[in-house]
């Protein structure tokens, strides 16, 4: 009988043991920007009016927690280099920062961690591949405009003698293909395969390889590809998929929820949700067949100060926003260069051509393209009774998302450090 109870005990303690190993493989994703009133927005703005439940959402489904977003300051409001710095190296820093302590010291990443123990790694973003948040994973720079000097990080920052990705996917053939050095062409040197062409990028059939599909941030979701990061996050788990058997990190970026937060256009970032829940879609069935990896996802921050209601009312109109069909800047532009103003407007939008709409865009477009672009997104705010606080970034906390092994470490309230902290002792068990 203690022979029995002993061999139970020593079962028992293996099983716990294995519950608790680490996952092979990492993927983190970033909604930049996308601080809860985004989810929530999402959430209604998918809902089926015709039923009384309103059904949850992707981000439903996995939220664990929340994150501070602080940078290492007492301003409380964060940009995405010093977020993403935090995001990626468990340290927090100045604003600007890409991978640097306030004393402008490089710090480690998990993507150099992983790197180091031998693991594939990646990086995928609408935005280009040297922006702020891909960057703090991969580069260190003192400054997040130094986007040639980050742009070279990504050939001379050695890991063990290797480059430091593996595969990028994104936008920026402007910094990687200049007159002083051409970054692509020796990325090819090195052994990677290179693609332009978007339509083309099922052509890409290894690692190492690059992918540059835009000359700086690929086009908004709304204005030419839906589903542009669903199909690259589609790509890099298909890339990734058995080729290491020390697993793969790979960091996916929904880069431009932040730009249309920034812009305060509501149809533009319910395009970016809604092609970024697809992505986390995509990697969500990447992990039910494979139950070693985990899954990742919050935001450095929110933007915007995005608010569902405004001007007193109780009410937000989904269906303003959904008949919305580019974002505002496109439309600006085909005002500007239409004497049809109402026939352009009906082309894009759903809200009425009123007498007063009219009066506002003509009065607008005289005085020039930026009048003019306010003209457009307050008539689809005041429709959709969407509110927006700031051009800027908010010190809001926001969500953490996660899904498959280990994801129970993520519940509560915690640092965005923290975040770090848990995934880079992943990586080095």
Known sequence: MKLKLSLLALLCSAGSVMAESAPKNIIYMI??????????AYRYFKDDPNTKVVDPTVFDTILRGMAHTYPDDHTYVTDSAAGATALSSGHKSYNGAIAVDTDKKPVKTMLEVAKERGMTTALVATSQINHATPASFA????????????????????????????????GGTKYYVREDRNLVEEFKAAGYQYSDDFAAMNDLKQVPALGLFAEVGLPFALDENPTRLTQ???????????????????MIEGSQIDWCGHANDIACAMG???????????????????????????????????TLGAHGQYKWETDVIKG????????????????????VWQKYSDIEFTDANSIKLSEAK????KALLLAVKDIINHASFTGWTTGGHTAIDVQVF????RAEDFYGSQNNTAIADKLIDFIKQ
């Open 31 to 40: 909604g930049d920007g996308m601080g809860p009133a985004y989810t929530t």
């Open 139 to 170: 580069s260190h720079n003192e400054s997040r405009r130094n986007y040639d000097e980050i742009a070279n990080d990504y050939i001379d920052n050695k890991i063990a003698g290797k480059l430091p990705v593996d595969l990028m996917l994104g």
């Open 232 to 250: 690259m996050t589609t790509k890099a788990l298909d890339l990734l998929d058995g080729q290491n058997d020390k697993g793969f990190f790979v």
């Open 272 to 306: 970016e949700m809604d092609d970024f829940a697809k992505s986390i879609e995509q990697a969500k069935a990447y992990v039910d067949k494979n139950p070693d990896t985990l899954l990742v996802i919050t935001a450095d921050h929110s933007t915007g100060g995005l």
């Open 324 to 343: 919305v069909k580019a974002t505002a800047g496109t439309i600006t532009k085909d005002l500007l260069e239409s004497d049809d103003l109402k026939a």
């Open 366 to 369: 005289k005085m020039g393209e």
């Open 402 to 405: 996660a899904y498959g092994k």
